[in-house]
Structures are given as C-alpha cells and as structure tokens.
C-alpha cells in the first residue's frame, strides 16, 4: 500500500509505528512495540507490526517479516530472495538482541535481510531492563545496515512501551 505519509518523513513512519504499538496488550514482561517496514524508492508500507500481534511471543518485528514471508509463500529465512533491496525498518524501540524467550532475536532475523533493509529506523534505545546489554546495533551496523535514532518521541513511546510494567 502506497503510504500517505511523505518520503523521508522518519517522524511521520515512527509515528504510525508508536499508534501500531497501542494496539499490544499491556504486560509486565515485554514492551510494546511496533515496527513498520518501507520500501524506500515507491515509499510503500509493505508490512505492519506489534508486540504480540500474532501468536506466541512475537516481537513488532517478527510480525512483520512474518505477514512478509506468508504474502510472498516463502520462509522467514528466505525473504531476502523476494524482497526488495531498498527497505527501512521503523521500530519503536531497538531490535532486541537477545530473547530470553529461546526466539530468534530480532536483530538476527534483521540481519538475514542485509541485502534488503539498508536502514533501521528505531524511536528509543532498548533499556536494560530485560537484556542488560544490547549488542545488536553493533551487529546491524557491521553487516552494512545504518541504524538512526529518531530524536524528540522517547518519553511518549517508553510509555507506551513500558505500559503494564511495574513501576517502582
């Protein structure tokens, strides 16, 4: 779907990103995230996502690629046969880069599609309070994918993100 929202308007993308994030059900052991994937030449919105928008513990940005590989009747694993090579990634919240879950981190599920997303979008680093050290914007950018922070939405989308949680 072609997007109303202008090219290179990051503000714009993260913003439908945090409204996606809305959407997650509240709980004390995950963030509420959402995450939007672009292609950047036609500024189309090829997929959408939330923290557990589809079954299981499932991340914002495993829900995209998932509705992704379903769309083109490939695998997760070989999307970057069928992608674009131009996508940016918008997510709220740093892809995670451990899981303590035993899932694939979202980092890892990024990186299989190097060839694919040149830029990932993210509104707030992750906080330490589940993993205390986030490797994965380290990984992303030694695999060639440029990581930006989208400044000036980091109080609205930690509360978003943060909502369920227990505060102290």
Excluded at 9 to 27: C, E, F, I, T, V
Excluded at 144 to 162: C, D, P, S
Aim: aromatic share 4%.
């Amino acid at each position: 779907m072609t997007s109303s929202i202008q090219p290179g308007d990051h503000q714009g993308y993260m913003r439908l990103a945090l409204s996606l994030a809305q959407k997650s059900p509240p709980k004390p052991t995950n963030y509420r995230v959402g995450a939007v994937v672009v292609d950047i030449p036609s500024n189309t919105i090829l997929a959408t996502g939330y923290t557990l928008e589809l079954e299981g513990n499932t991340h914002a940005e495993q829900c995209c690629f998932m509705k992704l590989a379903q769309q083109h009747g490939v695998s997760e694993e070989k999307l970057s046969d069928v992608l674009p090579s131009n996508l940016a990634l918008y997510t709220t919240v740093e892809p995670c880069s451990q899981r303590l879950s035993g899932n694939l981190p979202c980092v890892e599920r990024v990186l299989r599609l190097a060839g694919c997303i040149k830029t990932v979008y993210v509104g707030i680093l992750e906080p330490e309070t589940f993993v205390q050290e986030n490797t994965g914007r380290k990984s992303l950018k030694d695999a060639g994918i440029e990581v930006v922070h989208i400044e000036g939405m980091e109080k609205e989308i930690l509360e978003v993100a943060t909502a369920g949680h227990v505060k102290e």
